[in-house]
């Protein structure tokens, strides 16, 4: 057994294209994906039932990966609780408006979690990591895949309070159906260049690591003694 796994080596790390796969995926799903049905409905029926179809979009999507035993992301999850939160304050209230600055309160709360994991041995993205790509205790330990971790927690932490900021200011300027326009596209683009610049910053950091192209042991001899450790 100890031979076994002094002798066993870091997952198989899939190639780019896959993991973007699984990002667009998981993006499309957890967030353009309710977005988009959202705006649509508002624009062409009312508030409330547009809130209820967003909802029903992810409960749908988190099922029916269940269904097919498929993983449930931690993204798809985190959006699953954020949506019923809203939508259930929102219909016991009767007040719209509610809807709408509560995603502000959940950015500061959802970007706090974010920078104060980073005084912990494994900040939040650390935990989101293996949604998209395999990972094990020996590579996670690995200084450079740490200092990349603390990084994109850092960013994305910032960056969920500008969009919590943005939203605010939009829906205190604008009127309701310009709000959801204006803010779905402007969310949705800062989204998405955040994630290009995760994927761009993690593919550097992945190549210094040799862990791009050909699996190659882990010469460090953290591998053998982490799982050890866990096992």
């Not at 649509?40 to 624009?43: G, N, S």
């Not at 959802?110 to 041995?121: E, I, K, Q, W």
């Given at each position: 057994m100890v031979l076994d796994r002094e002798l066993a080596e870091p997952p198989a790390m899939p190639c780019i294209s896959a993991i973007v796969g699984r990002?667009?995926?998981?993006?499309?799903?957890?967030?353009?994906?309710?977005?988009?049905?959202f705006a649509?409905?508002?624009?062409l029926v009312n508030v409330p039932t547009a809130m209820i179809v967003a909802l029903a979009w992810v409960v749908g999507a988190i099922s029916w990966r269940g269904a097919t035993g498929?993983?449930?992301?931690?993204?798809l999850v985190l959006t699953l609780v954020i949506m019923t939160v809203k939508t259930t304050i929102t219909f016991a209230t009767?007040?719209?408006?509610?809807?709408?600055?509560?995603?502000?309160?959940?950015?500061?709360?959802?970007?706090?979690?974010?920078?104060?994991?980073?005084?912990?041995?494994?900040p939040f993205v650390a935990r989101l990591a293996p949604d998209f790509?395999?990972?094990?205790?020996?590579?996670?330990?690995?200084?450079?895949?740490?200092r990349l971790f603390r990084g994109?927690?850092?960013?994305?932490?910032?960056?969920?309070?500008?969009k919590g900021g943005v939203t605010l200011w939009l829906l205190l300027s604008l009127s309701t159906v310009?709000?959801?326009?204006?803010k779905s596209g402007t969310i949705l683009t800062l989204t998405m260049v955040t994630t290009a610049v995760t994927i761009?910053?993690?593919?550097?950091?992945c190549r210094k690591e040799g862990l791009l192209g050909v699996p190659r042991p882990d010469k460090s001899g953290l591998a053998p003694v982490l799982s050890s450790a866990i096992q």
């Open positions: 990002v667009a995926v998981s993006l499309s799903t957890a967030v353009v994906g309710p977005a988009v049905l649509a409905v508002v624009v498929r993983a449930v992301s931690g993204l009767g007040n719209t408006f509610l809807y709408f600055v509560q995603p502000v309160l959940v950015d500061a709360v959802v970007a706090a979690v974010f920078l104060s994991s980073l005084r912990t041995d494994r790509c395999p990972m094990d205790a020996a590579l996670s330990a690995r200084p450079g895949i740490c994109l927690t850092l960013m994305w932490g910032l960056v969920i309070l500008v310009d709000f959801i326009l204006v761009a910053w993690s593919v550097i950091v």
